[in-house]
């Protein structure tokens, strides 16, 4: 049988923090940037972590146990 590979779009996004969680990107910062708010820029521009109910989808992507 041979290897599992991982999507490669997923080890792009996805990142895994050195406790097991993984870390994503928020959406909606990429154009049209003039008519949202600077408060909402600056909210998007932190990094977040992948919903519960996201995370055996993931998982399963990264082929992670």
Known sequence: MSKLKTKSSAKKRFKVT?????????????????????????????????????LTNIKKQLRLK
């Open 18 to 54: 050195g406790s097991g969680k993984i870390k994503r990107k928020h959406a909606f910062k990429n154009h049209i940037l003039t008519k949202k708010s600077k408060k909402r820029k600056l909210k998007l521009t932190h990094d977040g972590l992948v919903h519960d109910s996201d």
